[in-house]
């Protein structure tokens, strides 16, 4: 491999709007090459054990999505302050990664091979994307393309030496990782079976559970056949995927039906505002959520049809659902939603650090923390994990599962959680005032002051702020603003 | 919609036929009201005091309901008729059909035709008693209790007085129907048995209240040698 010399500064022009990058990021295709770099990655040994171990998508995916693409907004915008401080904070996170998966291989979320395959494989789709469309690029732009991405790599690693600097080499490169060290990891296997046939609904569609799982059922076996018969060939011998019969053709028709939405007029599809809508919850005072809360009513009305016209199936299609939460509303959610929905960030059924880690960084990320706060941060986070694991811990895994947690009756509200709630309040606070104004209390929330808040003279005390963490993070209450925050998928 | 387990008796057939044919009756007095213009209609499909029959009997009724819904529910969308359940709060109310129940009100909540209120585990003392629990819940002062405040803590306090009450059978009952809202109403007691009830015996009673003088407790409008 040659060192490269590219560094971010000289290489600044090839960034912001004119970019080959800003041109696929309102295209429809970029999300199915989404899915199939992940699941590239995922299927690297190293990035897939981190994954398993840390990652959120699993429970928390629009989040994740969200999370996702303003990080990549700012990479690869104008900016060059705030991308050198995104890339810093990116950095400081994947820092916090390292463990080592089921068969007890080290890895490392800064290890620079790993990093560089995780450019490589969004190098990768978005060439074979428009390959697979019948729009292939030609020479140059790929070139150009290919320059951008590792310009991105110099970003966050400080150099690019870790991709071959010539687009000739890369594809040698490419072609040997997915046949000699590409493996069928589990988190590849959850990718694409498990993630879109159990896929949360966005807040958009809370309301709608019925429509949400009807169209999940259809879309989610399609998106994973699609996403495997995208992939190439020697992976997919290595890692025993099917290959069913019409795979193909599916796959090659739904990346030219997505490719067909160039016809569009300009700005029809806007990935940003898409993503925006789908997590605006109807509460919230955004003048969107008028809409959005009209839109609602209509699929509530949609699923309500679709629910009346499902046959019976004699008298026994009582499917155990939970009771209609409409009428008495008790504010107190079970202790096992209460575990599902917020503590088990990464939805593998356990509670251990990285689901605390996890909070932490969409509170960091929230907040927008610069150093030394983001340590304190986590500092807080990791004293509460161990007063967790010495209380509730029972069995000495290591971890606590769902029954160790409902056993033991929450009795998470022990000191280190106290001093959480501080150290949040205290981060939240920018101005350090003492109290929490409208716009600081915006940034944490993304939305304005709750109507039956205890404030005073319209801020928010410590001493409320602390509480009402506490009886949130103790289960003891929902409908708390902190619902969306963690609880949302 | 009296006279469902008579209907059944008199051609020897369990009670429960007897309820299966109120089914066409009642679509059918749905449609009739529609088209003469009718923009509220009540239902009253099942009293709180219904309880007390045999429990094969309810849980034959509850499966039937079920069913009854969930066929004419598009209809009644489509119709652009309202729909809406008065009562229904009693956790002995299957939890499916009551999902069905909210479905269908949610489904239809922005029909403008018709209001079809289907009054089920209803009962007009129980709704009396709910305003007065909410009225007492909301600190109101004593003085400020008017009969139109009052009626504002109702369930479903749109629905205005009723003007006609058919009760068919031939019984002569009120049967803690909207205790509340049937103050002056009109009653008529047809003797035919609610599942021969057709269209024409419907438009039959409200011909013969159009012949009748609603005086609402005062005197008539006009008397014999009246000027005006």
């Not at chain 1, 907004?73 to 950095?91: K, S, T, Y």
């Not at chain 1, 800064?110 to 450019?119: E, N």
Request: charged share 25%.
């Amino acid at each position: 491999m040659t060192t490269g010399t590219t560094g971010p500064a000289d290489a600044t022009p090839l960034f912001g709007p004119e970019s080959q990058f800003s041109a696929f990021f309102d295209d429809p295709r970029w999300a199915l090459a989404m899915i199939r770099a992940t699941v590239l990655e995922a299927a690297h040994p190293q990035i897939g054990a981190a994954l398993a171990d840390n990652s959120t998508f699993v429970a928390h995916p629009w989040r994740r999505l969200r999370n996702t693409f303003l990080s990549m907004r700012l990479m690869f915008g104008a900016d060059p302050v705030a991308r050198e401080r995104e890339a810093a904070r990116l950095n400081r996170l994947h820092a916090r990664m390292s463990g080592s998966d089921s068969r007890g291989r080290a890895y490392d979320a800064m290890d620079r091979g790993t990093r560089a395959w995780v450019v490589a494989t969004l190098f990768e789709s978005a060439v074979t994307m428009c390959r697979l469309s019948g729009q292939p690029l030609d020479q140059d732009t790929m070139e150009r393309m290919y320059a951008e991405y590792r310009t991105f790599l110099a970003a966050l690693d400080g150099d690019a030496g870790a991709l071959p600097e010539d687009l000739n080499d890369f594809w040698r490169y490419f072609d040997r990782v997915v046949e000699t060290e590409l493996e069928n990891t589990e988190a590849a296997r959850v990718i694409l079976y498990r993630l879109f046939d159990h896929l949360p609904a966005p807040a958009l569609f809370e309301g709608a559970p019925t429509l949400w799982a009807a169209g999940r059922a259809v879309a989610g076996p399609l998106l994973g056949a699609v996403t495997v018969a995208s992939l190439p060939e020697p992976y997919r011998r290595r890692a025993g995927l099917p290959e069913m019969p019409g795979a193909r053709t599916l796959m090659q028709g739904a990346y030219l039906a997505a490719g067909l939405a160039r016809f569009l007029p300009e700005g029809w599809i806007n990935a940003e505002s898409i993503i925006e809508v789908l997590s605006l919850t109807p509460g919230s005072d955004d003048p969107r959520a008028r809409t959005v809360t009209a839109l609602r009513a209509r699929m509530k009305q949609a699923s309500a049809l679709l629910r009346l016209l499902t046959p019976l199936s004699g008298d026994a299609d009582l499917t155990p659902e939970p009771a209609p939460s409409a009428g008495t509303g008790s504010s107190r959610r079970s202790a096992e939603k209460f575990f599902r929905q917020v503590l088990d960030q990464t939805g593998d059924g356990h509670l251990d650090w990285p689901d605390l880690a996890a909070m932490a960084r969409e509170l960091a990320t929230r907040l927008d923390l610069d150093e030394p706060e983001e340590t304190r941060l986590y500092d807080a986070f990791a004293a509460w994990w161990r007063e967790l694991q010495a209380v509730l811990d029972t069995d000495g895994d290591g971890r606590i599962s769902a029954g160790e947690y409902a056993t033991a009756v929450p009795t998470l509200a022990g000191p280190a959680l106290i001093r959480v709630a501080e150290v949040l309040f205290e981060a939240t606070d920018k101005d350090g005032s003492g109290t929490i104004d409208a716009d600081e209390y915006r940034t944490l929330f993304r939305t304005a002051f709750h109507r039956d808040l205890t404030t005073t003279d319209g801020t928010y005390g410590k001493s409320a702020f602390v509480g009402d963490f506490l009886s949130f993070m103790s289960g003891r209450r929902t409908n708390t603003p902190y619902d969306p925050l963690l609880a949302d998928a | 919609m009296d006279g469902n387990g008579r209907w059944a008796q008199r051609r020897s057939l369990p009670r429960s036929a007897g309820h299966r044919a109120a089914e066409t009756t009642v679509i059918d007095i749905i449609e009739a009201a529609r088209a003469v213009g009718v923009e509220w209609l009540s239902l009253y499909a099942f009293s709180t005091e219904n309880w007390n029959r045999p429990g094969t009997e309810v849980d034959y009724l509850m499966r039937l309901v079920r069913r009854v819904v969930r066929k004419h529910a598009p209809l009644l969308l489509a119709r652009g008729i309202r729909c809406r359940f008065l009562g229904a709060s009693d956790p002995r109310i299957p939890r499916e059909l009551a999902r069905d129940f909210d479905d269908l009100s949610v489904l239809t909540a922005d029909n403008r035709g018709m209001t079809l209120t289907v009054a089920f585990d209803h009962g007009g003392r129980r709704d009396i008693v709910e305003a007065a629990r909410s009225l007492i819940r909301s600190k109101t002062p004593a003085d400020e209790v008017t009969e139109r405040l009052f009626a504002d803590h109702l369930p479903f306090p749109d629905t205005p007085d009723v003007d006609l009450v058919i009760r068919t059978s031939g019984e002569q009952r009120i049967s803690n129907f909207m205790l509340w809202q049937v103050a002056y109403a009109e009653w008529v007691f047809p003797e035919v048995l609610w599942p021969d009830f057709r269209a024409p015996d419907f438009l039959a009673c409200l011909h013969t209240y159009r012949r009748r003088a609603r005086r609402f407790g005062g005197v008539p409008p006009r008397t014999n040698g009246d000027p005006s």
